[in-house]
C-alpha cells in the first residue's frame, strides 16, 4: 500500500551536489525506517544510507560518509539524500525504500517498500 516515489536525480559534473528526494504515502511515515540504496548497471543494489525511526541514529555506507547526508521531514512524508562531493563511481540509478521495523538497515531484505529509483550521472 505504500508508495514510494523518488526525484531529484541528474546529470552533474565531478564535485557537485544533488538532493534526492523520496515522497512516501504512509500514514504513519515517522514510524518507518527510511533508507537508501544505489544500484549501478550490471551491479547489484547496495546501501547508501539509512535514517532509523528508532532513536533517530542514522547508517552510512562508508563509501558516501562525509559527503551524503540523509534527513526526513515528517509533516511533509518526505526523505531526503543530500549528496555533495560527486564522483564519478557514485553514478547509478537511486532508490528509496522504507522499513516497517529497520533491524537490519543496511539488508536490502528488511526493507517492505520501494520507489522506482532516480538515475544520477556524475560526469568526468
Known amino acids: 500500500q505504500v508508495q514510494l516515489v523518488e526525484s531529484g536525480g541528474g546529470l552533474v559534473q565531478t564535485g557537485g551536489s544533488l538532493r534526492l528526494s523520496c515522497s512516501s504515502s504512509?500514514?504513519?511515515?515517522?514510524?518507518?525506517?527510511m533508507a537508501w540504496f544505489r544500484q549501478a548497471p550490471g551491479k547489484e543494489r547496495e546501501f547508501v544510507a539509512a535514517?532509523?525511526?528508532?532513536?533517530?541514529?542514522?547508517d552510512y555506507a562508508e563509501s558516501v560518509k562525509g559527503r551524503f547526508t540523509i534527513s526526513k521531514d515528517n509533516a511533509k512524508n518526505t526523505v531526503y539524500l543530500e549528496m555533495n562531493t560527486l564522483k564519478p563511481e557514485d553514478t547509478a540509478v537511486y532508490y528509496c525504500?522504507?522499513?516497517?521495523?529497520?533491524?537490519?538497515?543496511?539488508?536490502?531484505?528488511?526493507?517492505?517498500?520501494w520507489g522506482q529509483g532516480t538515475q544520477v550521472t556524475v560526469s568526468s
Open positions: 525504500a522504507a522499513a516497517r521495523l529497520g533491524n537490519r538497515p543496511r539488508s536490502l531484505d528488511e526493507y517492505d517498500f
Open positions: 504512509a500514514r504513519a511515515f515517522s514510524t518507518y525506517t
Open positions: 535514517l532509523l525511526w528508532a532513536g533517530g541514529n542514522i
